[in-house]
């Protein structure tokens, strides 16, 4: 098996389409970061590391001094040696999760190719489709009603919408112009730790008597507050999923022991690639549900997350809708997109970038 003979960390950087606003902040443009591992022979391992408003720590800066870091640590190391490697990143940048896990990313993607193997099928040859949703933002109702109605024409059949930005009230007119825009649609409410537990009460009840289906609310309080969460379920009809509470499998242990979530939400982000395969476990021995979703990443960030959703087959939300949301760009490869529908057939390796 070949090393890893040199590691480029460079920036790049992307504008979205429209303003992406959440009850966490506005976003223009992304800054991410690109990774690409050169093999003694010849192979490449490639990922991205994304910014979040949901992770401000995770700036462009933090990332690339946090993954050149790691050059040091793993030039010179034999690729085969995949799990030391992943090790060896999380412990030295475990305070910069998206760090290591693009840097996991790149490994795999390199090791994957040194196989001759798709990383679907390292990761469980499961399938090879997905469909995903589509995220609206924390706009008004007006504004709410005409994105949805462009969304289900663009074949979107499942609809994420952000909330908690204002009042319970205002937050259910926003659910309700996506229902009248898509009646069709299958919706999920992301509260981005934005509610108080009487405010997301109150929410569920005004959705509850406008008999407006959703499938799950997700992260309505903060991250740490599992006591909110766990009353929260016991008060309303709706399940709750983890996302922010849940970047590790000992998070996952942790909510589920706590009574405070029905499902999570995995982002390879978060967790890279083999965390996320630990929290599948976690969360199928709780006999919980699963979500997965992104960052701002580019198709070459997002093509490990839609292999690690066809290869385990495991996840029934999927909302890994980035490359929408950003103005488009020349990468070609990682997965084909037809609509809201993504496949990694005919890749021969890695994620085929």
């Not at 709410?144 to 609809?159: E, I, Q, Y």
């Not at 922010?244 to 405070?260: G, I, N, Q, T, Y």
Request: aromatic fraction near 6%; charge should be positive.
């Amino acid at each position: 098996m070949p090393i890893i003979q040199t590691i480029e960390i460079n920036p790049i950087s992307f504008k979205l389409k429209k303003p992406f606003v959440t009850a966490g902040g506005t976003k223009t443009e992304t800054h991410n970061v690109q990774i690409t591992l050169h093999l003694a022979d010849g192979t490449l391992g490639m990922a991205e590391a994304s910014s979040s408003i949901a992770m401000p720590n995770e700036s462009q800066e933090n990332m690339i001094k946090a993954l050149k870091s790691l050059i040091p640590e793993l030039r010179g190391k034999l690729i085969e040696n995949y799990r030391e490697l992943v090790a060896t990143s999380w412990r030295l940048q475990s305070l910069h999760p998206t760090a290591a896990a693009a840097m996991e990313c790149a490994i795999l993607d390199a090791y994957t190719r040194t196989l001759d193997q798709p990383l679907a099928d390292f990761l469980g040859a499961k399938g090879t489709v997905i469909e995903t949703d589509l995220t609206l933002s924390l706009v008004s109702p007006k504004e709410l009603l005409k994105l949805s109605r462009d969304a289900w024409k663009k074949g979107f059949r499942r609809l994420k919408v952000k909330l908690g930005g204002t009042s319970p009230e205002e937050d259910c007119e926003r659910m309700k112009a996506v229902q009248k825009g898509a009646p069709k649609a299958a919706l999920v409410a992301d509260g981005n730790q934005g509610f108080g537990l009487s405010q997301a009460v109150d929410f569920m009840h005004r959705v509850k008597r406008a008999q407006i289906p959703i499938v799950f609310l997700e992260q309505p309080f903060r991250k740490h507050d599992l006591r909110s969460m766990r009353l929260f379920r016991q008060r309303t009809h709706v399940p709750v999923f983890a996302d922010e509470s849940v970047l590790s499998a000992a998070d996952a242990v942790r909510v589920f022991e706590a009574e405070a979530a029905d499902g999570v939400n995995i982002k390879v982000a978060k967790s890279g690639l083999l965390g996320a395969l630990d929290i599948i476990h976690i969360a199928q021995r709780f006999k919980k549900r699963l979500a997965i979703g992104c960052m701002e990443e580019s198709k070459l960030g997002l093509a490990a997350s839609v292999h690690l959703a066809c290869g385990t087959g495991a996840f029934e939300w999927v909302d890994l809708d980035s490359v929408f949301l950003l103005e488009p760009n020349s990468q070609r490869g990682g997965f084909l997109m037809k609509g809201p529908k993504f496949s990694v057939k005919g890749i021969r390796s890695g994620i085929g970038m």
